[in-house]
């Protein structure tokens, strides 16, 4: 059931003592190909670790929020196609290596998925960022589109589309019906999301299995308010208010 809890695993390298090994809840797993689950090592579950506790203030939620986002983008610029590439180094020898070959841009789901730009940009220098703002009704849950500003040739990119929640996935299929309204095959776009629930990962993945997920973790599942339990809270309100 997607309710079920998550698993737990012993965490740190296999060379220590399993007293020097705690168990951790660490990400459920899903049957889904086109969905990529961060590797989930001790760093990773103590950052979040850190923006899941309530007690956590706004300068080290950022901070270590950051640090998560650097690791997805990283993740997911493995998923974008490389060429080969050979090249002379100064001793004079030939090193045979690989290039990105294409164009990239990000597109983040405001508000929330705006955190998300910079860790892209200190990847990626220069990269062209566009906006889709979709707001979740806090009522209903269901997802409503203001607005969205593309680069007008972003069906000649790849699209590493930004948000740190998927919970119903309401917002998310949104985001890509607008991308895919400009011209973007699904599977030139990637999402990028640090915690996201079994039902909006369901979702997504029937309806999209093109579109490839990079995610942080799959959650135990979503309250009656649908938001993500355990989960860390309203992403959005952590990063840029409380
Ligand atoms: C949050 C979050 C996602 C969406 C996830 O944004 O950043 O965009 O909710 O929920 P869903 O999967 O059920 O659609 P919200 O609309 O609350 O706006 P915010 O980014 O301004 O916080
Ligand atoms: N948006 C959030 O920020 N958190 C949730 O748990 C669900 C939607």
Not at 44 to 54: C, E, G, V
Not at 85 to 114: D, L, W
Request: proline share 7%; glycine share 8%.
């Amino acid at each position: 059931a997607s309710d079920s809890q998550p698993p737990s695993q012993c965490l740190g390298p296999e060379y220590r003592d399993e007293a020097e090994r705690p168990e951790a809840t660490v990400s459920k797993p899903v049957p889904h190909d086109n969905v990529h689950i961060l590797a989930q090592t001790p760093q990773l579950i103590a950052l979040l670790t850190m923006i899941r506790d309530k007690n956590t203030g706004r300068a080290d939620f950022i901070f270590y929020s950051n640090r998560i986002i650097r690791l997805l983008v990283e993740e997911g610029l493995n998923h974008l196609p490389v060429v080969s590439h050979e090249i002379s180094t100064p001793v004079g020898r030939h090193y045979a290596g690989v290039k990105f070959e294409g164009k990239i841009c990000g597109v983040s789901i405001m508000r929330a998925g705006e955190s998300m730009e910079q860790g892209l940009r200190d990847c990626c220098r220069s990269v062209r960022i566009g906006k889709i703002l979709i707001q979740r009704d806090e009522e209903t849950s269901k997802p409503k589109l203001y607005y969205d500003k593309l680069p007008e040739d972003i069906s000649d990119r790849w699209v590493l589309l930004l948000d740190p929640m998927l919970a119903t996935g309401g917002s998310a299929l949104m985001a890509i019906e607008v991308l895919k309204s400009r011209g973007v095959p699904e599977d030139h776009i990637l999402f990028l999301n640090l915690i996201a629930s079994p039902e909006g990962i369901k979702k997504f993945a029937d309806e999209y299995p093109k579109v490839r997920v990079v995610t942080a973790f799959v959650d135990q599942g979503l309250d009656e308010k649908n938001y993500i339990v355990p989960g860390l809270g309203d992403f959005g309100d952590r990063f840029y208010t409380m």
